[in-house]
């Protein structure tokens, strides 16, 4: 991972051991790192190569029930995944931090020190064992570096549970011992931020338990949903967090995701990247390029979740199905505008500011995009952007305070006020109490399982605060909706053929649809055809009522989720490896 504080030439080295059975070779004696205070700094430095980079985040939702991209992920193509193509199952991380936790004890380092800097290694095997988990479910528990002939090297998987209750015994640890209480660039792991992490961890285990009844931990959910909670209550409560409201509701919640700098009142960590040092991401050319990426949009089923700014469900409007795209954003939830682009979203190119409507030769669905992206077309050819990247928001903690409580039974009005309540203030909207009815529309397209008003509402807010953070794939693991996935991409109502829209209102026409193409074609119009067919073959993309309707993108590709995917299988080649790692279920 870029990290702008990670331009350090560490004391020793560690060959990339990608297995179980390979040993590090230092370079020089361990003596050198571990009799000073700046010799732990130094190595701990090495473990952020664990936190997500910016790619992960950027990218992490394209799979997800709410995106359409140019093409079907291959883990939920029929026959196209396997444990041949699995990926994840590496190691050599987790052997730096062990090497360091077990060789932390030179008497010459004061014990208040070493404990600080053995919580930095502990709160980073949390955070890669949560992914493991995650990814794999039972994972060999490693507590210790591994010699070639060590008689455990090649022993089998350890328990969910063994392994979570490590995980929380160390983010424990971390709690209690690491003494950094703020760091100014937001680039470092501190207290605050292991409060964090521990209350996400928690909410996932909770929530995983209690949706997963085949793993027979639900009598386990909710003490894992009171840590959580309690987890996010010490963030609230003991540190000067909040939500940024800076340039108002139009504008606060783009500048969290744009900015050259970390807006720490809000962001707790962060990747930075910086154009002095020439450390750059690729959001841009990610979320612009027709060819590069996965030209991932929303589909409208969740557009239509983001609330009307009095607070009421869009879709409690009876004309809302038929609404163009132009009517179906106004007077919307303001983090609408600043996710997607809407009327009055402009680009500068060339110096010269010009309004810039979802573009058809990067959308399928009319939903395009902008959250990530710096308004300049400068960036959006390679990897260019300098924005940080946020990797655990305030506005998260919120949110999983909330969804642990309301999963509880326990929410009050107050926690809403502190928390839902607060979040939809800064989106610009006058009302946001806690609800007593529950939204059908939520009900029936999405979790028609779930009959809380409260927390219904809490997953709509979760889906709308966090878009494109990389969250959603594995909310809905945890909370057993993967089927989710299986949704109809569908984009714009489009009311008729060969009738150009003027998407942004700026009086130009942008977009119109066909069957046939007309014989005199309005200049600077994109024309799409949703003819049946398209060079021979069916196409992709149609409309559903055939003239006219919303459009449907790639549903002549079938995506199919079956409950082995809540996780993934362990790779082939390391069970040839080891055969007593077993595999997981239906793989």
């Known amino acids: 991972m870029k990290r702008i504080f990670i331009v350090f030439i560490i004391a020793f080295s560690f060959s990339a051991c990608e297995k179980l059975d390979q040993a590090p070779r230092s370079t020089v004696g361990k003596e050198a790192v571990f009799e000073s205070e700046n010799g732990l700094a130094l190595y701990s430095n090495s473990f952020y190569d664990i936190l997500p980079t910016a790619s992960d985040i950027l990218r992490g939702d394209a799979m997800s029930d709410y995106i359409a991209r140019k093409e079907v992920p291959d883990f939920i193509r029929p026959g196209a995944y396997g444990p041949r193509q699995s990926t994840g199952?590496?190691?050599?991380?987790?052997?730096?931090?062990?090497?360091?936790?077990?060789?932390?004890?030179?008497?010459?380092?004061?014990?208040?020190t070493r404990n600080h800097y053995m919580g930095i290694a502990r709160f980073f095997r949390a955070w890669f064992y949560f992914d493991k988990v995650k990814r794999f479910g039972d994972v060999p528990w490693i507590g210790k570096t591994f010699d070639v002939n060590d008689p455990e090297l090649f022993n089998g998987r350890d328990s969910r549970e063994l392994v979570m209750d490590s995980v929380l015994r160390d983010l424990d640890f971390a709690i209690k011992h690491i003494q950094t209480t703020n760091d100014g660039t937001r680039s470092m792991i501190t207290l605050p931020v292991a409060y964090a992490f521990k209350s996400r961890v928690c909410l996932f285990e909770g929530t995983f338990r209690k949706y997963h009844a085949s793993y027979?931990?639900?009598?386990?959910?909710?003490?894992?949903?009171?840590?959580?909670?309690?987890?996010?209550?010490?963030?609230?409560?003991?540190?000067?967090?909040?939500?940024?409201?800076?340039?108002?509701?139009?504008?606060?919640?783009?500048?969290?995701?744009?900015?050259?700098?970390?807006?720490?009142?809000?962001?707790?960590?962060?990747?930075?990247?910086?154009?002095?040092?020439a450390l750059y991401h690729d959001a841009n050319w990610y979320w612009t390029s027709a060819t590069y990426g996965d030209r991932a949009n929303f589909t409208r089923s969740f557009i239509n979740t983001y609330l009307n700014l009095d607070g009421t469900p869009f879709t409690s409007n009876p004309q809302y199905e038929t609404m163009v795209f132009s009517e179906e954003v106004k007077n919307r939830d303001a983090r609408l505008s600043q996710t997607i682009r809407t009327k009055g979203y402009t680009r500068i190119n060339g110096g010269n500011v010009v309004a810039s409507p979802p573009e058809f030769s990067y959308t399928y669905t009319g939903y395009q995009p902008i959250k990530w992206t710096l308004d300049d077309t400068f960036y959006d050819s390679g990897s260019r952007n300098d924005n940080i990247i946020p990797v655990i928001r305030y506005a998260e903690v919120l949110l999983n305070y909330a969804e642990a409580k309301a999963e509880l039974g326990t929410l009050t009005d107050l926690d809403w006020a502190q928390t839902i309540g607060a979040l939809r203030?800064?989106?610009?909207?006058?009302?946001?109490?806690?609800?007593?009815?529950?939204?059908?529309?939520?009900?029936?397209?999405?979790?028609?399982?779930?009959?809380?008003?409260?927390?219904?509402?809490?997953?709509?807010?979760r889906?709308?605060?966090?878009?494109?953070?990389?969250?959603?794939?594995?909310?809905?693991?945890r909370w057993n909706k993967g089927k989710l996935l299986e949704k109809a991409w569908n984009g714009m109502y489009v009311p008729g053929l060969n009738i150009p829209l003027d998407l942004n209102e700026d009086g130009v026409l942008d977009v119109a649809f066909y069957k046939s193409m007309p014989g005199t074609p309005v200049a600077g119009v994109t024309y799409i055809n949703v003819s049946d067919n398209a060079n021979g073959r069916p196409n992709p993309l149609v409309l559903s009522q055939g003239d006219k309707g919303e459009i449907i993108w790639l549903n002549t590709i079938p995506r199919i989720w079956e409950d082995k995917f809540y996780l993934y299988p362990i790779p082939e080649s390391e069970r040839l490896i080891n055969p007593a790692l077993g595999q997981n279920p239906g793989w």
Do not use: C
Request: net charge negative; aromatic share 12%.
């Open 89 to 112: 199952w590496n190691w050599s991380e987790l052997r730096n931090i062990n090497y360091f936790i077990e060789n932390n004890n030179n008497s010459s380092v004061p014990e208040e």
């Open 216 to 277: 027979n931990l639900a009598s386990t959910a909710d003490e894992w949903l009171t840590r959580s909670a309690d987890a996010a209550k010490a963030v609230m409560q003991d540190f000067s967090f909040s939500l940024h409201t800076g340039g108002g509701s139009s504008q606060a919640y783009r500048q969290l995701f744009t900015s050259k700098s970390p807006i720490t009142n809000e962001v707790l960590l962060a990747n930075i990247y910086d154009d002095e040092l």
């Open 425 to 461: 203030q800064r989106a610009g909207m006058t009302n946001s109490t806690m609800p007593a009815a529950a939204d059908p529309y939520l009900q029936r397209e999405f979790f028609p399982e779930i009959s809380k008003p409260a927390l219904l509402e809490v997953r709509r807010e």
């Open 463 to 477: 889906g709308i605060e966090l878009a494109l953070e990389g969250f959603r794939f594995y909310d809905l693991v």
